[in-house]
């Protein structure tokens, strides 16, 4: 079996396992806007077809493989992606009923700072990141990487959307004061609010 076959086995084990727990979550009292969710899942989406889509060959230059690494890089590149998908599941138990997949007040809502979260303040949107990247490097292709590029910054957009929405929510003083301590995206990395 392939590198790339067993990173292809962790995305569709974790798509599916992320998509039957979306059942476990409580009641929402309030959204954003439809449009701002669906410009980012449009970008999302953009993305992982860039990234899964054109695998590596000669057939045209998007897909022309850039680089080829020996068994351990591949290995190191795998235990990658599989980091960054547990580190989403991490999240998304330590964040519980609170989740949503879209920007959305939960009943009962509140910032979460503790588990991940003490470590950045989007940590599904980092493993993920992550996680893509990886891949990105491992395909080695130009369609990958530019995938991974539209991927972090649908993210990035996403993750300034949510937090704009949760100050108005949950109160600014909460929330910035969180924000004040924890990196948005790359732990140890606080750049602006």
Known sequence: MT???????????WLISWTVAMIWSDRTDKRDAVGAELFFRVFFYVGLILLFAFPAGTENYAQMQLWRFEYVTNSVLVTAVAA???FTWWARI???????DRVVKKVGHRVVDTGPYRLVRHPIYSGLIFAALATAIQKATLAALFGVSVITLAFGIKA???????????????YDAYARKTAMLVPFMRVGR
């Open 3 to 13: 590198s790339t076959n067993i990173i292809n086995g962790f995305w569709l084990a």
């Open 84 to 86: 960054g998908l547990l």
């Open 94 to 100: 330590h964040l519980g009923r609170l989740w949503s």
């Open 160 to 174: 300034r959307r949510e937090e704009r929405f949760l100050r108005s929510e949950i109160g600014e003083n909460a």
